[in-house]
Every structure is written in structure tokens, then in C-alpha cells.
């Protein structure tokens, strides 16, 4: 599988034109004439609403939000956030709850290495820090996909270190029981999305083994 690194740590890419590349990457995928291909990217600060995104969910400052054919909610984009597109074609019969569980798997395991528990909570996609007696459950990671003719796009964001004062704005993905935090918060340190890289892909090579139609993936990460 392709890595497309678009310049994690140098730029950040507007979500409209990553958006286009993922429905261009999607077609040649489904057609056979491109391999699957893992997008990863930094997005500049942006509002993004799934399918199941209520109006009341959005910013009541007026800020611009972008509809998108993705599932789930609302959700905020932005630096220090790795966000991953996998544009893949799953096994038959097409299993895209499957498929979610495999991307959390992947993230889960991206944080034990860092030394951080992470895990799911019932009901909800994503990945979590447990409640405690100081912290209701937190997100760590968003997730929200779409599969078109068996392949996928959309995906995880994974927050490292970003301002986490983009969330506060909105009801992140609809929750309004429950926060959002950073790998960094949560481990007392700056982790930064470039850090994150390499084990993120290691993660998605193995988690996404079993769901793949294809090969595994490819470990080189181009420059």
C-alpha cells in the first residue's frame, strides 16, 4: 500500500483539496489501477460535519463548517492533529464496523507504545481515556468513514498536540458527556504528529491485515 505523506510537520493541507484527493485516489483504487493508499495529512483549523450532524451541534459564532459524505458528527480539524485517510478495498462481504474496530485497534496500540492507556466505550467509535475521579472520558482519537464501491476514505485524527480549544466551539461529535484530549495532555509532554508517524503505520499494517483486500503495507515512508 502507497503512503502519501503531504508534508506532516512542513504544511498543512486545506481539507477541501485532501478531500478531492481521496475521491480521485478512491476511483483508481476501485477501478484496480492504483494500489491502496494511506493519505496522511495536517490540516489548517476547520470545522467538518458528517451525515449525522445536528444544527444545534455547530458553532453559534457563525464559523464556516464543511459538510462532508462521511459518517458520524462534527468534528474539529487542525496543526498538531494527525489525520489519516485510508483509501483501501475491503474483503468481501464489506464489514465497515469491522473495518472502524481495526482503525481503533491500530490507534489503541499506537498509544500503549507511548505508555497510554487507551480503549473503547461502549456504543461510541473513536478512542478513549477511561474516566477517573478528576476526568469524565475523554477522546483521543476521531473516527468517521465512508465506503464507496468496497473501498474506503475519511478516517481517524489522532490528536497529538494540538489547541484543544478548537473543540470547546463545538459539541465534538455530538457529546456533550464526555471531553476531548491530546496525547500530549494525557502524557505530560509535547508528542508531536511527526513522532506519531512511524508507529502509526506499523499499527495500520497489522491491524488492517485481516480487512484488506490487498497486500500489506508498504513500511517505506516517502520523503
Known amino acids: 500500500m502507497d503512503i502519501l505523506d503531504l508534508g506532516i510537520g512542513v504544511r498543512l493541507v486545506d481539507y477541501y483539496d485532501a478531500w478531492a484527493l481521496q475521491r480521485e485516489i478512491l476511483v483508481d483504487v476501485a477501478d484496480g489501477t492504483r494500489p491502496d493508499t494511506l493519505i496522511l495529512v495536517e490540516h489548517?483549523?476547520?470545522?467538518?460535519?458528517?451525515?449525522?450532524?445536528?444544527?444545534?451541534?455547530?458553532?453559534?459564532?457563525?464559523?464556516?463548517?464543511?459538510?462532508?459524505?462521511?459518517?458520524?458528527?462534527?468534528?474539529?480539524?487542525?496543526?498538531?492533529?494527525?489525520?489519516?485517510?485510508?483509501?483501501?478495498?475491503?474483503?468481501?462481504?464489506?464489514?465497515?464496523?469491522?473495518?472502524?474496530?481495526?482503525?481503533?485497534?491500530?490507534?489503541?496500540?499506537?498509544?500503549?507504545?507511548?505508555?497510554?492507556?487507551?480503549?473503547?466505550?461502549?456504543?461510541?467509535t473513536g478512542v478513549w481515556i477511561p474516566a477517573d475521579a478528576a476526568h469524565r472520558e475523554r477522546k483521543v482519537c476521531a473516527i468517521g468513514v465512508r465506503v464507496s464501491r468496497g473501498v474506503t476514505m475519511h478516517g481517524f485524527a489522532l490528536n497529538c498536540n494540538p489547541d484543544l480549544t478548537g473543540f470547546s466551539r463545538i459539541v465534538p461529535c455530538g457529546l456533550d458527556d464526555?471531553?476531548?484530549?491530546?496525547?500530549?495532555?494525557?502524557?505530560?509532554?509535547?508528542?508531536?504528529?511527526?513522532?506519531?508517524?512511524?508507529?502509526?503505520?506499523?499499527?495500520l499494517e497489522m491491524a488492517l491485515a485481516d480487512v484488506r483486500l490487498s497486500s500489506p503495507l508498504a513500511k517505506e515512508i516517502p520523503s
Open 178 to 203: 464526555a471531553d476531548v484530549t491530546s496525547l500530549s495532555a494525557e502524557l505530560g509532554r509535547d508528542v508531536t504528529v511527526a513522532e506519531v508517524v512511524p508507529s502509526v503505520v506499523d499499527a
Open 44 to 124: 489548517p483549523s476547520v470545522y467538518t460535519a458528517g451525515k449525522r450532524t445536528a444544527r444545534w451541534e455547530h458553532p453559534t459564532d457563525g464559523t464556516p463548517v464543511v459538510d462532508v459524505d462521511r459518517g458520524g458528527r462534527i468534528t474539529w480539524h487542525g496543526p498538531g492533529q494527525l489525520v489519516g485517510y485510508p483509501i483501501v478495498k475491503l474483503n468481501e462481504p464489506i464489514d465497515v464496523i469491522r473495518y472502524v474496530r481495526a482503525l481503533e485497534d491500530a490507534i489503541i496500540d499506537v498509544c500503549a507504545g507511548l505508555g497510554l492507556k487507551t480503549g473503547r466505550v461502549e456504543a461510541r
